[in-house]
């Protein structure tokens, strides 16, 4: 049973690129969430997605960052025009339901921006 | 704010060496308080979920306990192993989300 698979693993922008972000959960898994590493500061919660809605974006910035989770596919976290201050960890977790309970990660995407 | 905050930030024990790692946490109020590893580019791996005061959890070396304002995860003759950053992360009641709020995490290395 393959836990939650991110890709790519490492992803070079440059300043004013986009960046795509794929996040496929683990199977039987409908619930998905966006978690972002900065440096030196600890994972912060962006955004919760079931398939086809967003329940809770509260941690997006709110330009040039959106998600989505279709009903077929990976979720996706696209960041437009990005800068360096988008450099980070990106991490997605998924679980079962929405209740309280454990997230389990995936690996996690490294985006560098030159 | 809801808020979680560890001490210390870097740990070094030698193998056998047993210690403490803490967990202080505001939060409106508390459904759950989780404690996750995470190694070096991987992501954070669950190790416990704590949900009242008072409450413990048991898992090979490590043990987590919950107070009101903090909790602990003890590590006893740890092995080398065990190196790793350990997390810890709120969750708060309410809301329809299942988001977490996390520490900066304490970095543990046990030489042998």
Same mark, same amino acid.
């Given at each position: 049973?393959?836990?939650?698979? =991110?890709?790519?693993?490492?992803?070079? %922008?440059?300043?004013?690129?986009? *960046?795509?972000?794929?996040?496929?959960?683990?199977? &039987?898994?409908?619930?998905?969430?966006?978690?972002?590493?900065?440096? #030196?500061?600890?994972?912060?919660?962006?955004?919760?997605? =079931?398939?086809?809605?967003?329940?809770? #974006?509260? &941690?997006?910035?709110?330009?040039?960052?959106? *998600? #989505?989770?279709?009903?077929?596919?990976?979720?996706?976290?696209?960041? =437009?025009?990005?800068?360096?201050?988008?450099? *980070? *960890?990106?991490?997605?977790?998924?679980?079962?339901?929405? %209740?309280? #309970?454990?997230?389990?990660? &995936?690996?996690?995407? =490294?985006?560098?921006?030159? | 704010?809801?808020?979680?905050?560890?001490?210390?930030?870097?740990?070094?024990?030698?193998? /056998?060496?047993?210690?403490?790692?803490?967990?202080?946490?505001?939060?409106?109020?508390?459904?759950?308080?989780?404690?996750?590893?995470?190694?070096?580019?991987? /992501?954070?791996?669950?190790?416990?979920?704590? $949900?009242?005061?008072?409450?413990?959890?048991?898992?090979?070396?490590?043990?987590?306990?919950?107070?009101?304002?903090?909790?602990?995860?003890?590590?006893?003759?740890?092995?080398?192993?065990?190196?790793?950053? $350990?997390?810890?992360?709120?969750?708060?009641?309410?809301?329809?989300?299942?988001?977490?709020?996390?520490?900066?995490?304490?970095?543990?290395?046990?030489?042998?």
């Amino acid at each position: 049973n393959a836990g939650v698979m =991110q890709n790519p693993r490492h992803l070079v %922008r440059r300043r004013g690129q986009e *960046a795509r972000l794929r996040c496929s959960p683990m199977k &039987g898994h409908s619930h998905v969430y966006w978690y972002r590493q900065l440096p #030196e500061e600890g994972l912060k919660f962006m955004v919760y997605l =079931q398939k086809e809605n967003i329940i809770d #974006e509260s &941690g997006m910035p709110k330009e040039r960052f959106s *998600a #989505e989770f279709p009903k077929e596919g990976p979720s996706i976290l696209r960041i =437009q025009q990005v800068v360096r201050g988008d450099s *980070a *960890a990106y991490f997605c977790a998924s679980s079962p339901s929405g %209740r309280y #309970e454990k997230l389990f990660f &995936g690996s996690g995407t =490294q985006l560098s921006v030159l | 704010e809801d808020q979680v905050t560890q001490s210390p930030e870097a740990l070094r024990l030698q193998e /056998g060496e047993s210690s403490s790692l803490n967990c202080s946490y505001t939060v409106s109020g508390l459904r759950g308080l989780f404690w996750y590893r995470q190694d070096p580019g991987k /992501g954070p791996e669950f190790l416990f979920t704590l $949900y009242s005061a008072g409450e413990e959890k048991e898992k090979e070396r490590l043990k987590a306990t919950l107070t009101k304002k903090e909790s602990f995860l003890h590590i006893t003759a740890p092995k080398p192993e065990d190196s790793a950053t $350990y997390l810890c992360a709120v969750q708060a009641r309410g809301g329809a989300t299942n988001k977490l709020i996390f520490g900066t995490g304490t970095l543990l290395a046990v030489q042998p």
